[in-house]
Structures are given as C-alpha cells and as structure tokens.
C-alpha cells in the first residue's frame, strides 16, 4: 500500500494531469473539450505540460486503488471502474505526423500492424497472423476454446465474423473463414471514407463492430466495438451569427483558401484490458485514423478513448506498478510511404516507418483468454 503522503502527491499528480489535458476546469469540476481544440497546446501559465500517456498511467493508478473487486468471464479476476474520463492523443505535432505508442513498456508494434491489416481485409482466421509471427489471437482461435464457446463446427482458427468482416460485410450471412464475401452486406469501411471525402461534415461517419445477431456466432464479441469520425477546419471563419462562413467552399475555408480538414477519431470500447488490450488499442486506432487521413487527404487530428468497463487483471497487478515507476518518453513520429490517395486496401507493413520509438523495456503480462 502507498504511504498516506504518497497518495496525496499522486491524487495532486493526477489532477494536474486532468488539468492540463482539460479534462476538469480550474475549481475540479468537469470540463468538455471541444473536438477542435489543440490538444497539444501548452499548458497555462508556467506549467508544463504533463505527457499525454500519465493520463493512461494515472487511469491504472485509479483502478488500482478504488477499482472494483470483480469476478470475470476468464476466472481471473479484476480490480474495475465503469466509464473513466477518456483519454486523449493528439496525431500530430507541429505538423509532424504522431502515433501514441505507449513508452513506459515497448508495444509490440508488429502485431498492431498486422491485425489492422487483417481487419481491413476482412479476414476472419487466426492462422493468417499466427503463419505471420503474431499469435494474439492463437488461444481465441483454439480448438478448446472454440469447443468451449458452443463453435465446435467451426475449424481450428476460424473466429467467425469478428471485426473485419463487420468493418466491411456487415449483415451479411457469415459461413466460414474461407468463403468468398465480395459484395456481400455493407461495407461500412467504405461508407466512411466516401463520407470523409464528398460529405466531411456528417454526423453519421461511423463504422460499427457490435452486431447483435451475429455475437453467438463470433469467438469473441468486440471489445473495441464503435468508432465516429469528425472533419474540423480548425481556421474556419464565422460569420456574425456564429455559422462558419464556407463561402461555397465545402472545407470552411474561402474562396482561394482551400484548407486540409483534421480528422478526429472517437472510438467506443466496452471492455477495457488496461495491461495488455488498451495499449493495443490506442496505436492501432491511431493507424486507423493516419491510414484514412493519408487515403482522404486530410490532417490527422486526435483518437479520443471512451472506455465502458477499464479493467486491471489481478495477474497484471505487479506488472502495472512497475510500469506506473517508469517516466514516458516522447510519442514516435510515422512516415507513411505510401502515395498520398487511394484505396484503403492492399498496404503493406513496410509503408508504416516509425521514427524514433524509446521505450522502456517489456514487461511481461499474461493473456487471459
């Protein structure tokens, strides 16, 4: 347990922490940033301002010490909170493409990559990523497993129609991993980019993982279920009515003016893996939003992290508290080497260059399944 000093340096730790992200207001209370501010802007006064990931440091931190004691579908057991404040990245600096790559332990970057690769291609077997090095999902994909979840039909590594076939065929009838589903259901993916690019200020650029009808036929339903995508033209005049002044231009720029969008990422996860999932989670919805900024032309903006159930797995406990001893080093910068426009499909992982990734060193957890 923290000496009862210790707790009081980290309660005020993290509310400069809050403060400084914008997450609460100068009196404590609660403080909605608005999508267009500049989440990288310096802090007031002479503070500095804390690196982006205390705000995933002090959220363990909190579980830890007020988390409920909760049983789990794996029997492991978890200290949990429901609905923490978000957490938000910005994507870039300065103009200089970011990826929020958690530093105080190395993330396994290979295997973000690889998986939103897959999702994008709508593959839903885990032999794919296992023939390819990364085994995340060898123990859901099991033939134990499986057989334990009522899919004993199914062969050794087909996870039916888990997120990828969601992203890009969702309502379609799923069979098996082998099936051919061109042109089958909707291809939300797709429906986001078209929107990112002819119809920027819809309310409805949202691609949904969560489909109730097929959840009995998936070997794990989405954690990471929901996310919603917001253009903002941060330089955007307003006319006297508080209206932006577009001007004919669809950008909120004028005339002559013609301005990139920011692309914002806001995603949805309803169970929450502090130790090992949402490190995951944040880098490869990041990569998300840079690959659809790269594909519609755009600037990328921020991936904000609205969590339901954040969790920490009582065998993470030792782990996370060595971590939580480790000071965050700088964010990488990504190069994507692509050509600017085109198809969100076909990438390779030899397009994503990270520049300057530190972290600290591993530090083991183990997978519950």
Request: with cysteine; net charge neutral; proline share 6%.
């Amino acid at each position: 347990m923290l000496a009862s000093d210790d707790k009081l340096k980290k309660k005020l730790l993290r509310l400069l922490v809050l403060l400084c992200t914008g997450a609460v207001g100068a009196g404590g209370a609660p403080r909605h940033k608005a999508v267009g501010d500049d989440p990288t802007m310096a802090a007031p006064g002479n503070m500095t301002r804390p690196h982006e990931e205390h705000q995933y440091l002090e959220l363990v931190r909190e579980i830890l010490e007020e988390g409920e004691h909760r049983p789990d579908r794996t029997g492991t057991g978890t200290y949990s909170v429901f609905a923490p404040r978000p957490l938000k990245f910005s994507l870039n600096r300065d103009g200089t493409p970011i990826l929020p790559l958690l530093t105080t332990k190395r993330v396994f970057l290979k295997a973000v990559v690889a998986e939103l690769l897959w999702f994008i291609e709508a593959n839903t077997s885990s032999l794919a990523l296992s023939e390819a090095g990364v085994k995340i999902w060898d123990g859901n994909g099991s033939r134990e497993f499986l057989d334990s979840v009522g899919l004993s039909h199914r062969e050794v590594g087909d996870l039916g129609p888990v997120y990828g076939f969601q992203w890009r065929h969702f309502g379609a009838e799923y069979k098996d991993a082998k099936t051919d589903y061109t042109g089958q259901g909707v291809d939300q993916l797709a429906d986001v980019i078209d929107k990112l690019k002819n119809k920027p200020y819809d309310r409805r650029i949202i691609m949904s993982a969560w489909n109730p009808k097929d959840l009995k036929s998936m070997a794990l339903p989405p954690c990471h279920m929901f996310a919603q995508f917001y253009v903002s033209y941060p330089r955007a005049k307003r006319s006297a009515n508080g209206a932006a002044a577009a001007n004919g231009n669809s950008n909120g720029g004028t005339n002559g003016d013609k301005q990139k969008g920011h692309l914002h990422c806001q995603l949805y996860q309803r169970s929450c893996d502090m130790g090992l999932g949402v490190p995951f989670n944040i880098a490869s919805y990041a990569l998300l939003t840079h690959m659809l900024a790269h594909v519609c032309d755009l600037v990328p903006g921020s991936l904000t992290h609205v969590m339901g159930d954040a969790h920490v797995y009582l065998d993470h406990v030792d782990a996370l508290e060595e971590q939580m001893k480790r000071e965050p080093r700088d964010f990488p910068e990504l190069e994507i080497t692509r050509e600017k426009g085109g198809s969100i499909d076909g990438w390779k992982a030899e397009e994503f260059v990270v520049k300057g990734y530190n972290p600290h060193k591993p530090i083991p957890m183990k997978m519950s399944v």
